[in-house]
């Protein structure tokens, strides 16, 4: 069964502090893996986006990584800023399935504290 | 607009009543989709649109829940004889492609109340 898991589901932090959000799937046929950031009361917007040639991908001070050997995925926060208080969601698409294609971990909530 | 447009942005009806929501699209995004957000939990997909059809509409709850799209453009999601259990912020977003590729862009949701 084609599935996304998403660790801690909720994480408290000080403002300026760095944190990592876990993502393990068990999606085949692979072909990327998103993540979203969802602000209370949004839509999701999207951070990054990895094929499976991709180790590591940046946007600004968000840095996901994947291993496609492991079906893993993370999310590394850098100096923290209460605006980074949000829910962050992992995607995985694959190639020929159903739901156009795409299967969505149930999110990491993360408030940042000042 | 620049983005995906959806209204309304909330909506409290009563039980039994019949609701459409509305999803405004990026221009010449081809895909559409939609899906329900319900309080703590992940998205549920409902269907998704490539143009005009639906070729998966398996996520639609039941047969209260119907969607068309018209023109390639905007999407009506329609809940006839609402349950409680239809509360939820309903989600719809739109890509260039429905395989791979880019991201999807979301609407910030309708927000659906059934007393």
Known sequence: KNQVEQSPQSLIILEGKNCTLQCNYTVSPFSNLRWYKQDTGRGPVSLTIMTFSENTKSNGRYTATLDADTKQSSLHITASQLSDSASYICVVSLYGGSQGNLIFGKGTKLSVKP | ?115
């Open chain 2, 1 to 115: 607009g620049a983005g995906v447009s959806q209204s309304p942005s909330n909506k409290v009806t009563e039980k039994g009543k019949d609701v459409e929501l509305r999803c405004d699209p990026i221009s010449g995004h081809t895909a559409l989709y939609w899906y329900r957000q319900s309080l703590g939990q992940g998205l549920e997909f409902l269907i998704y649109f490539q143009g005009n059809s639906a070729p998966d509409k398996s996520g639609l709850p039941s047969d209260r829940f119907s969607a068309e799209r018209t023109g390639g453009s905007v999407s009506t999601l329609t809940i006839q004889r609402t349950q409680q259990e239809d509360s939820a912020v309903y989600l719809c977003a739109s890509s260039l492609v429905v395989r791979g590729g880019g991201p999807q862009h979301f609407g910030d949701g309708t927000r659906l109340s059934i007393l």
